[in-house]
């Protein structure tokens, strides 16, 4: 992704994270929840150690009948291991219970999707 591989050049070296060691199968677990519980998501996975938000996605849904349906929502990527899986799913449902829970990826096809050449790192 152009956009992201810009961004990254640009970001300062101390917010910069260390590559990941080969051994690590890090997993990326899909959210999606109003934008205003967005926050709430975040400071709920601040506890899990090794996770943290890969990606957000506001979503506007245009043609919405009632004012909840209006309400923006945001498509979180939370990036993971499998060994912190269960830890996240209940900070998830406890700081956030109508949570959407979408799928769950590993890094590689996460690339893959997102579009990035460095899928096979």
Partial sequence: MACTDHYDRQMPT???????????????????????????VRQAIAGCAGVGVVRCQIMVREHSA?????????HLMI???????????????????????????????HLRRRGSGRAAS
């Fill in 66 to 74: 009632t004012a909840e349906s209006i309400a923006p929502r945001v």
């Fill in 79 to 109: 990036g993971l291991s499998p060994s912190s899986y269960v830890a996240v799913l209940q900070a998830l449902m406890q700081a956030v219970p109508s949570a959407e829970l979408g799928f769950l990826v590993t890094w590689p096809e």
């Fill in 14 to 40: 101390f917010g910069r994270r260390l590559p990941v060691p080969a051994d690590v199968h890090l997993q990326v677990l899909h959210v999606t929840v109003r934008c205003a519980d967005a926050w709430k």
